[in-house]
């Protein structure tokens, strides 16, 4: 058996073509443009190519992008200034600060000080408890790309174990707050899923991870995940990015890994574009609640 690999990119062209429609729909009816700002501190070469694909993307959906610069050598002041005045722009739907930031600047504070109606990240407080309790006004883009691309492949999560290994507050920990949650908008498929979390401290990793009837993977350490690690016919995503002197890989390893599962990710080309897509759907939807403010 080989497991069938889910097409990230072919997943991220249809639904970047619905939300092209849904554009042109609104720019048609409200005469306003869903405009995205990006801040993007230094010179960090990996966010100069998300930046520049987050760009890219939006002229394609009829997006209105807009970059913001600043040098490594910024205060959190500078930054808040930046985002402050994003904040009061009416003409400004979204802000996207890319991480990392330089050590300079506290990213907690910068984070925090996103407007909670214009923050297509879903970093914000507000918008993470939100999530929590279930009624989200955004979801962050890298799980919600996970929940789409295994929802259009009919893959269900709805009392299934879900074992993701990572907890950080941009992948692991929101993906199992979705997942764990009653139906919170994304169909009943894609809810009530019995959600394991693991991290470098859990103590026999590989037991976790074999009860997985979805594993996701999102820790950040090279092709770690092998086959023996995967229980026999389970759903493998790989969302970890890692460059190495072999090129980029996943933190899945990918060769070892297709014989045991049902469905894997690839990298690239899996959870990659679906986050920026997802980056889309936020701008639009944060653009509709902002004229749904204006009209109350
Ligand atoms: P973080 O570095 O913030 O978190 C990594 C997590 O993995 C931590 O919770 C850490 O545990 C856990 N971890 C690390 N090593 C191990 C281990 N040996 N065993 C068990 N758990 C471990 O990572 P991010 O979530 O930001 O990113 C994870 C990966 O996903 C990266 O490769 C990143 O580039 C990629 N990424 C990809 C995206 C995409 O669009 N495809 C989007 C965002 C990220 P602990 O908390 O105990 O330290």
Redesign the pocket.
Known sequence: MSAEVLDGKKISKEIQAEIKERVAAFVATFDHTPTLAAVLVGEDPASQVYVRNKERACERAGIHSQLFRMSAQSTTEDVLELVQQLNEDPAVNGILVQLPLPPSVDSQVVLDAVHPIKDVDAFHPTNVGLISQGRPQFLP??PH?IIQMLKRYGIQANGKNVVI????????KPMALMLANRDIGLGPEMANATVTL?????SD?KAMTRMGDILIA????PE?ITGDMVKPGAVVVD????RTDAGLV??VDYEGVLPVASYLTP?PG???P???TMLLENTLTATGLQRAAISS
């Open positions: 883009c890298t790309g290994v990572g907890r950080s507050d941009i992948v692991g693991c991290h470098s401290r859990t990793l999102a820790m950040g350490q770690f969302v970890g990015i890692n996943g933190d990298v899996g959870v990659g679906l986050t920026v």
